[in-house]
């Protein structure tokens, strides 16, 4: 009789435990709030019933583009967008994909970092394009208001830079002096490291350790961040790979972007690495010293 009630009363407790998740799930399935959405992009978007997605989009209809030499038709790939789904405690996720020519890509991704939006990844999607097209993927989770205005002064920078510019520029601002002179002793100095001179270039090599296939790699496998410096001390430009995992790439990108420093590609290497690895690579120009800054002030945010 006891081990009856005992069972009863634990079947109990397991029901009331799925309808409150159940509830749970209902409540997240009814929190979109879409006409807020709109609202704070200036956008139309299309909703998803089956699977509660909200998504917004933005074709790139200013700068006409050729792949392999053929007019790009806009319903090929040539459009932005941001999809909203609901989280918990009121909160959205939020993915997208966002079309943008070289000149506008650091600028865009500086305006999503500060407005708490995160930069996932860069790469294009095409060959022999003209302009050339790069893609950089966003996310993030938060509140409607917080996702969507981040959006929306995304898509006001690209339209600022290309009011100012309606061509495409074809070159980042800044010198880079013909021959390399680069002081070494400073820059070893800064990195706390020796580093390799070549033809009055700096460099410097820092591995990470890593298994792919229940076998150890490092540095010399490729798993690495690296910095190369030519031009001047006072006219220089830096180049390199960062390699990172996931918790660290946007503090690495705001720090990199804050020093000015280009982020050119966001990837992976690897498909088999344990930890899983991204790869950021970049370019910056300015000083020696200063761009030198940017990147251990980088590194320094790396897990040990």
Do not use: C
């Not at 800044?174 to 270039?201: D, V, Y």
């Not at 972007?257 to 690495?273: K, L, P, W, Y």
Request: proline share 3%; net charge neutral; glycine share 8%.
């Amino acid at each position: 009789m006891l081990r009856s009630l005992f069972l009863q009363h634990s079947l109990l407790v397991v029901a009331l435990i799925l309808s409150s998740a159940g509830a749970h799930a209902t409540d997240t399935k009814t929190a979109l709030d879409t006409v807020k959405i709109e609202q704070l992009t200036g956008l139309k978007g299309k909703f998803s019933q089956e699977e509660n997605v909200f998504k917004i989009g933005k074709p790139r209809t200013d700068v006409k583009i050729q792949v392999d030499k053929w007019m790009m038709p806009l319903f090929m790939g040539l459009g932005s967008w941001a999809a909203f789904t609901p989280a918990q405690n009121g909160e959205v996720i939020m993915t997208g994909d966002t079309v943008l020519f070289e000149d506008e890509v650091n600028p865009v991704m500086s305006v999503a970092l500060d407005s708490g939006l995160e930069v996932t990844a860069l790469h294009n999607h095409f060959f022999f394009d003209q302009p050339k097209v790069y893609f950089m993927h966003i996310g993030g989770k938060g509140t409607v208001s917080q996702l969507a205005t981040g959006v929306k002064k995304m898509y006001d920078k690209v339209s600022e830079i290309r009011a100012a510019k309606p061509n495409p520029m074809m070159e980042f601002p800044g010198k880079i002096t013909q021959e390399s002179k680069i002081t070494a002793a400073p820059l070893e100095e800064i990195f706390g490291m020796k580093g390799e001179s070549n033809n009055g270039m700096f460099k410097v090599t820092i591995g990470r350790e890593a298994t792919m296939h229940g076998v150890k790699v490092g540095k010399e496998m490729g798993v690495n961040t690296w910095a190369a410096f030519a031009g001047s001390d006072t006219q220089a430009v830096v180049d390199g790979d960062f390699v990172l995992l996931a918790d660290e790439l946007q503090s690495v990108l705001k720090i990199m972007r804050g020093g000015d420093i280009n982020i050119v590609a966001i990837h992976q290497h690897m498909t088999q690495d344990q930890p899983h690895y991204l790869f950021i690579h970049y370019w910056g120009k300015g000083s020696a010293q200063d761009l030198a800054k940017t990147v251990k002030f980088a590194l320094d945010k790396l897990s040990k």
